[in-house]
């Protein structure tokens, strides 16, 4: 405890559980709120969002067995969104462990593949070295890890002192590469910079990228899903790449000669087409910038590859360049730049509706069948017109969360909560209360599809007790998996298995029989003020309140389009075969 009080470690997400309570009792004591949620699975999806949104590391807590198995989702999630988190995993005790006792599972192997380290207290007399040990590397590696901790190791008295701990200056990249990164920026005929998430995980790091982007009049994409790495009102910012992104962004990149990728591992699904733009500028020189070595190269052919420190290494670059540097047809770049943003901009505002493709016609069918409801982009339209410009956003993975991707823009950084690259649903409801817990000051607003709402919202129950702060959680309501439903209708004839939802469920009275607002929604009028409403009263009257939108059923691009195929019949299967 009086580590975790040195490291500032205050919140603490899970269950309780009696493999815990030798700490857990301790935590008001120490000045740890734990924060006791409805099911392990959304607890560790808070801890994720707390932690994204403040920056500030905080812990994972559970039973053993069942209740730190429920954990295995959120930390493989918190793992991809590069979430330093504390995972502690209490283990059935050395006395019985092999004896398929009470609650028993490796936990170990259950979490190999989802913390970058993972270490199991073997004596009690090492504890503190461990878990010291265990917060450096979730500090060091942005990741979480694990400290798994046989539960009769709590209740040992044994004279021990506290580590020191070791804080790692972070590297500002080899020089010969920083020198050869400025070379190449300074040399571009049409430079572009792609920020990751470690533009914003480096200190300072999207200002640095900033100046850089300044100095070359370079436009600068973010990353899949890290639509808040770049000040979305800046001159230069072109939006984000992938999935359902930014047209302009994709335009802008394609044509690079050279292309600076600060803080990314560029993971194989961010760059896919998007709009049918195979836009990746595949003859361009890369810079790859990331402060862990084994991800650099690991998915495209880099010219320069530099480990190190975002923020660090742009300086390093900026400082080198000579003053002509980004002079040959700035001005012809900015102009591009703007007429391509502005393009977009009135693309996007004039989309109202998602195609079909041909020789299918979902979409049409599914906007004759409800006239009167929204469809997915007039919702996000009538969202972004009353958002507040300083809210922090979660979303969701589902079709209309991912048509979202092109609307809001972010100021700041550490305000935009997406699932990440584990994908999964039932994220947007606890990372966003995660968000408001560190941020109590600032709006917040979660997003998700009526299914993966469904996953995670039993927090519902958890999330109204007194000092548990207020959120607004708004609901796409279109009575379907709907994301699974567009694979079926391009790849599987309609043949829909297991796509549609429950649509007796009024998710809005749920919200209500909870003790929380719930309100339901018909029209753009009606959200824009249920919206303002709700923030208002998020703010002023600790209230917390779930939207229920009542949306059409047309469905946007299939999240994967690289990956699908139609099905080949072999040998043809019949029900009568059944044994
Ligand atoms: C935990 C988990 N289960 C299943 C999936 C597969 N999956 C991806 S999107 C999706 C449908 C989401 O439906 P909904 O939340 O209603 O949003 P919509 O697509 O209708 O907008 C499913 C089931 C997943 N990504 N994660
Ligand atoms: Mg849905």
């Known amino acids: 405890m009086k580590l975790l009080q040195k490291r500032g470690i205050d919140n603490a997400f899970g269950i309780i559980g009696s493999a815990m309570m030798p700490i857990s009792d301790l935590f008001p004591a120490a000045g740890v709120k734990f924060w006791d949620c409805a099911h392990e699975y959304t607890a560790g999806m808070m801890a994720d969002g707390y932690t994204r949104s403040t920056g500030k590391m905080s812990m994972m807590i559970a039973q053993n067995g069942p209740g730190i198995a429920n954990f295995v989702t959120p930390v493989k999630t918190a793992y991809w969104n590069h979430t330093p988190l504390l995972l502690v995993t209490p283990q059935a005790a050395n006395k019985t462990i092999q004896q398929g006792g009470f609650q028993e599972v490796e936990q170990m192997a259950m979490f190999k593949d989802c913390v970058c380290y993972q270490e199991e207290v073997r004596d009690p007399t090492r504890m503190l070295e ?219 505002a004039g989309m109202d509706h998602e195609q079909d493709d041909v020789g299918t016609t979902w979409n049409e069918r599914a906007r004759k069948a409800q006239p009167n409801n929204m469809s997915p982009r007039q919702v996000w339209k009538a969202i972004q017109r009353v958002l507040p410009s300083d809210a922090i956003v979660s979303t969701d993975i589902g079709n209309i969360c991912a048509i979202g991707n092109a609307y809001p823009t972010f100021e700041e950084s550490r305000k935009y909560l997406a699932p990440g690259m584990f994908g999964p649903c039932g994220y947007g409801f606890p990372a966003i209360i995660g968000a408001k817990i560190g941020k109590p000051s600032v709006p917040v607003v979660g997003f998700a599809g009526d299914g993966a709402f469904g996953i995670s919202m039993n927090e519902l129950t958890a999330c109204g007790r007194d000092e548990w702060p207020a959120v607004t959680m708004v609901v796409f309501r279109n009575h379907q998996w709907g994301a699974e439903k567009r694979n079926t209708t391009l790849w599987y004839k309609d043949n829909f298995v297991g796509t549609e939802l429950n649509t007796g469920v009024k998710y809005a009275d749920v919200a209500t029989a909870c003790g929380l607002k719930g309100v339901r929604v018909n029209s753009s009028a009606e959200l824009e003020a249920a919206l303002t409403d709700a923030v208002e009263g998020q703010m002023k009257r600790n209230e917390t309140t779930l939207i229920e939108v009542m949306v059409n059923q047309e469905l946007g691009e299939p999240f994967r389009r690289d990956a699908m195929t139609c099905p080949v019949e072999v040998a043809g299967i019949d029900k009568a075969d059944m044994q």
Not at 237 to 258: C, H, Q, R, T, W
């Open 130 to 348: 461990v878990l010291n040990r265990v917060i450096e590397k979730a500090q060091r590696g942005s990741a979480p890890a694990q400290m798994n901790i046989p539960r009769d190791m709590w209740t040992k008295v044994v004279e021990i002192e506290l580590p020191a701990g070791v804080e790692l200056e972070h590297s500002s990249g080899g020089a010969h590469s920083v020198t050869a990164a400025a070379d190449l920026l300074a040399n571009a005929k049409f430079p572009v910079i792609l920020n990751g998430v470690g533009a914003i995980l480096s200190k300072g790091g999207v200002d640095a990228s900033r100046k850089l982007a300044e100095k070359l009049s370079a436009p600068v994409c973010c990353n899949y899903q890290h639509n808040d790495a770049f000040p979305g009102n800046h001159a230069l910012f072109a939006g984000p790449l992938g999935y359902n992104g930014s047209k302009a962004a994709m335009e802008l990149i394609s044509k690079a000669d050279v292309v600076l990728a600060l803080g990314t591992r560029l993971n194989p699904f961010s760059s896919l087409p998007g709009y049918g733009i195979d836009y990746w500028p595949k003859g361009a020189k890369l810079i790859q910038v990331d402060i862990n070595g084994d991800r650099i190269g690991l998915t495209k052919p880099v010219e320069v590859g530099i480990q190190g420190d975002a923020a660090l290494v742009a300086d390093g670059i900026l400082a080198q360049l000579p003053s002509t540097a980004g002079d040959a047809d700035r001005a012809g770049r900015e102009a591009l730049i703007k007429t391509t943003k502005s393009n977009w901009a009135t693309e996007l």
